[in-house]
């Protein structure tokens, strides 16, 4: 029986960091990911990583554009630690070999990103999350005999001891079925958001809410769920990302009547304001019947010299030639704003603790929270990394301290039970797809970048429905080796918890602020709502609703204008 | 919209029965995916049809399967164009005039079959990228800011950098099938990562050591089955003949595979003879006709010169003689290569730029972008010691 001072659940950016972290501070580590490391959504982000490293900008620049972006939503504490922080992360992560392209002189080059007042953004072509994540995993194989990595290893409960600390985790071998107790004295979650509980998504299938789910079932609290961001620039249909590098390289964006409408929404920063900001300006043109006949506006990257998008962003040009049969170097691509990602999650303070002792969260899964109202681009890369390198750190010395804890190996039945019940039992109910689908279309339709309460209470309503059917849902594979279905099914449960909390989040907030825009409470109300929402458990019911205070250091609320 | 038919492998060890076909058809786009009609006989009809995937858009790396018998990925290859690949035979293209609508999908070769379309990566693939030292050993000393390399580096190395270890090229390595131990396409793409890396110490030692082994660099066949397998472009086997370029031509690397002397006896072959004069080919490996070291290595080869022999590839007036002489033009093509002051290499993210428009001088970050060719950079040169 595996049994290590950390365990960490997710090998995404977050997760790595964390084992490499916690591992240095010479903890015994385990990470654990339901897929191989490399295949983890960090490896999607594309356009770059933020810090203030050249000596002409300043981390209190960064932190006021991410203040700004976050709608003054986000804790200032921890966007101080995370923009402080940054530079020496970006130094960091060049010294184990990260290729980050240079600028004339050979030095870290930088491209201009969204609602950033400098170009902070270091990248690697438009590959820059597939670059940092592979080169983790090359520290992983090279510290192999530190950290212990159990790929493809799916986990289906976290484990308390009496006094409700988080003790470890079952996870289930996906070869073979096998369920294990994993032993741990702190248990750090990196395992990603939630965007499968949309459709469409940028988010990869895997994504599926799961750590978000498993801490809120023991009793965690989550906070700001209902800001869920809407990137302006994804593929109509498969809702693929465009990377907002395309843009920071210089590419425009366009109404059907070729209007270049952000100089109305924006007049400043025009196609590189806030992506809230971008994207409610995308829908309103949209709405209002300036859009294409597939709800669509354009994006113009011929703007940007050939070359330097060949050599830049190649990865888009892929994605347009492979899934909409367009060269981008060419012409234009139909594009319109899509699920991305959750601002929102686990609660944690700046050194990743939860509300559960022993349990900490970072990266997507959590909300510390750096991303406030709106996340800007290339600052999730950078929270990833910020603040799974602190979790890390401080569950090794948390752990120095305590005792390895016991569970006994008999706990495993009563998840095995669970699991057999579902492989036994003879279907009778929808399919898992079906539901699953259901879910993400009413999501996409009413807790989207416009949202009222009449439909919010539609999509609540669906969702309370749907978590009574999703129990009897039918599945197919009876086997063990790599039973994918029975993953599927307990993927649901987790989607439609974490869907329920973002749409009661939704509900609480009676104003706009960031990413949560209310078409029947159109203003920011700082008076009545510069505060967190939290949500928390209630057995089976409708979750539980707590505030929480906004911590405001240096920067008072202003009005917000790109 | 077409109507496909897909013909899946299926195999689940569990059962204790031999793999089997099952066919599902599927109503969908041209230009949807492989993996799109995957997923939707796996959501509305079988949910037990077992494949990796996640991103959906060709990053993560995990759909890698064989479609009418070629390797990719299964979310970015469309339906109809696996379809016009024909009826699974292989890399055979369809005959004409022939309209097909099934599409065979088969897991990955060269790597043990777990259940229905997943491999076992980590029992060859990712074994032989450990092999390599995947990781940075740092030039020393560690500056205190970032190391200062030049732009053109970082953007060479961001071709390998843009595998995404998907296992495609492992799948249809043709010398991985008849030596398993072969250190690989991918393996050997994520050692030139390394080795372009102007800030990795050890670029001597990683060299010596994958020019030594012999399963490493010079164990690779050109057969370019890697190149048109990759879907991210890494074309791993240019990646091979770059390291072995640098381990030959920079480092002077003499392996006991007698790799580097039989690059160089094969250029001074066509060299001399304007076309490949087989009969001297393997003696000027070994030093010529009359080197000590050749005699036994000659002997032990007689068996294939007998074949040689049999088959008319080569003849006593053949072996003595030489019929050809370089003509004019084959010694221009060697002088024009010789004098360049620099090796020219292809690469992905610095070519490409034909039809180029005047660069916009108001356009401030494309004046970053290296100007073709770039100091290491160009179009490929002529086969100088590609062949084996």
Redo the contacts between chains.
């Keep these: 029986m595996p049994s290590h001072d950390v365990l960490i659940i997710g090998a995404g950016l977050a997760g790595q960091r964390a084992a490499l972290a916690a591992a240095q501070a010479g903890a015994t580590v385990a990470i654990i990911s339901k897929v191989h490391p490399v295949r983890s959504h960090s490896v999607a982000a594309a356009g770059g990583i933020n810090a203030a490293l050249n000596p002409e900008d300043s981390w209190e620049s960064h932190a006021y554009d991410t203040v700004k972006g976050s709608d003054y939503l986000g804790d200032q504490d921890a966007i101080e630690i995370m923009c402080r922080q940054a530079p020496e992360e970006i130094l960091y992560l060049e010294h184990i070999g990260v290729t980050f392209h240079r600028d004339e002189a050979g030095n870290l080059g930088t491209r201009a990103f969204g609602g950033a007042s400098a170009a902070r953004t270091y990248y690697v072509a438009d590959i820059t999350g597939h670059a940092i994540l592979h080169v983790l995993y090359e520290q992983l194989m090279k510290h192999a005999e530190v950290v212990d990595r159990f790929e493809e290893w799916f986990t289906t409960d976290l484990l308390q001891d009496d006094d409700g600390r988080c003790v470890g985790a079952i996870c289930r071998n996906l070869r073979d079925g096998r369920l294990e107790v994993f032993d741990a004295k702190a248990v750090i979650l990196a395992s990603g958001g939630a965007g499968q509980a949309y459709t469409p998504t940028t988010n990869g299938l895997i994504v599926t809410g799961d750590g978000i789910a498993q801490a809120f079932r023991i009793g965690a609290r989550l906070m700001d769920m209902e800001m869920v961001q809407y990137h302006p620039t994804t593929l109509a249909g498969n809702g693929l990302l465009i990377t907002e590098g395309a843009r920071g390289e210089g590419a425009w964006l366009l109404n059907a009547k070729g209007e270049r409408f952000m100089e109305k929404y924006a007049p400043n920063k025009l196609d590189l304001a806030s992506r809230d900001v971008v994207s409610r300006a995308e829908q309103t043109e949209i709405n209002e019947g300036r859009g294409f006949p597939d709800g669509t506006v354009s994006l113009d990257i011929t703007k940007v010299p050939r070359r330097r998008v060949l050599e830049a962003l190649r990865e888009i040009v892929n994605i347009g030639r492979d899934f909409a049969g367009v060269d981008i170097t060419r012409e234009p691509i139909h594009i319109r704003p899509g699920q991305h990602y959750i601002m929102g999650g686990v609660k944690t303070d700046v050194d990743g603790r939860t509300t559960v002792t022993g349990l900490y969260a970072a990266g997507e899964v959590a909300c510390v929270s750096v991303h406030g109202g709106n996340r800007l681009g290339a600052n999730s890369l950078l929270d990833t990394l910020i603040f799974g390198r602190r979790s890390g750190e401080h569950a090794a010395g948390q752990a120095n301290q305590l005792p390895m804890p016991t569970t006994s190996p008999s706990r495993v039945a009563q998840t095995q039970e669970k699991i057999d019940a579902i492989i036994r039992r003879v279907g009778e109910g929808r399919r898992v797809a079906a539901i699953k689908n259901e879910l993400g279309q009413t999501m996409n339709e009413y807790c989207a970048v416009f949202r009222d309460a009449e439909g919010l209470a539609k999509a609540h309503e669906v969702i309370r429905r749907l978590k009574e059917e999703a129990p009897k849902a039918t599945i197919d594979d009876r086997g063990l080796v790599f039973n994918q279905d029975v993953i599927g099914w307990i993927e649901l449960g987790y989607m439609l918890d974490v869907a329920e909390a973002i749409v009661v989040g939704a509900q609480e907030r009676t104003e706009s602020r960031g990413a949560q825009f209310r078409t029947d409470f159109p203003e920011r109300n700082d008076a009545q709502w510069l505060k967190h929402v939290d949500i928390s458990a209630n057995g089976g019911d409708v979750p539980q609703v707590s505030y929480s205070p906004v911590t405001i250091t240096r920067w008072e609320p202003q009005e917000r204008t790109y | 919209m077409p109507e496909y038919t897909l013909r899946i492998r299926r195999f ?3 059962s204790g029965e031999a793999a089997y076909w099952d066919e599902h058809r599927v109503e969908l786009g041209e ?1 949807n995916s492989v993996l799109d009609a995957i997923l939707k006989i ?3 009809v ?3 049809v ?1 494949i ?11 759909c890698g399967v064989r479609m009418n018998g070629k390797p990719g990925l299964a979310c ?1 290859t ?1 339906l109809q164009a696996a379809a016009d690949r024909g009826h699974g035979a292989g890399w055979d293209p369809p005959e004409e005039g022939q309209y097909n609508s099934v599409i065979t999908v088969e897991p990955m070769g060269n790597m043990p079959v ?3 379309l ?1 491999v076992d ?2 029992q060859v693939h990712w074994k032989k ?2 092999r390599v030292t ?3 050993i ?1 030039k020393q000393p ?1 500056p205190e ?7 053109e580096n ?2 060479d ?2 071709q390998t ?5 998907c296992g495609a090229c492992v799948s249809d390595c043709l010398s991985m099938e008849i030596d398993p131990l072969f250190i690989g396409p991918a393996a050997l793409a994520k050692a030139y ?2 080795v372009g ?1 102007p ?1 990795d110490a050890d670029h001597f030692e990683r060299l010596k050591d994958l020019s030594e082994d012999e399963h490493g660099i010079y164990d690779c066949t050109h057969c370019f089955n890697c190149i048109d397998a990759c879907p991210k472009d890494v074309a791993p086997m240019s990646q091979i003949m770059r390291l072995r370029r640098k381990a030959g031509s920079d480092h002077e690397i003499k392996d006991r595979n007698n790799g580097y002397r039989h690059e160089h006896a094969f250029v001074s072959n066509v060299r001399k003879n304007g076309l490949l004069h087989e009969a001297d080919l393997l003696p000027d490996s070994y030093g010529g006709k009359f080197h000590p070291r050749a005699v036994p290595e000659l002997l032990s080869s007689l068996p294939t010169a007998a074949t040689a022999m049999v088959r008319g590839k080569m003849t006593l007036g053949k072996v003595l003689t030489h019929p050809h002489k370089a003509s004019k033009a084959v010694k221009q093509i060697f002088d024009s290569i010789d004098g360049q002051e620099q090796r020219v290499e292809l690469n ?3 070519t ?2 034909e039809d ?2 005047e ?2 001088q108001n ?1 401030g ?2 004046d ?2 290296p100007t ?1 060719p770039g100091p290491d950079e160009g179009p490929e040169a002529p086969s100088e010691s590609e062949h084996r």
Aim: charged share 25%; with cysteine; net charge negative.
């Design positions: 689940d060890p569990q230009r796996r959501d509305d079988d949910g037990s077992g990796r995937c996640s991103c959906q858009q060709a990053i993560c790396g995990s970015n469309h777990i259940r229905d997943i990566m980590d990228i450990q995947p990781w940075l740092n560690v800011r970032e190391y200062i390399v030049p732009h970082m953007v190395v961001t950098m843009a595998c995404i270890q990562r390394f890396d800030r992905l993210y610095v490409g730029y180029e428009p660069p916009d356009a970050p494309a970053k972008s073709f």
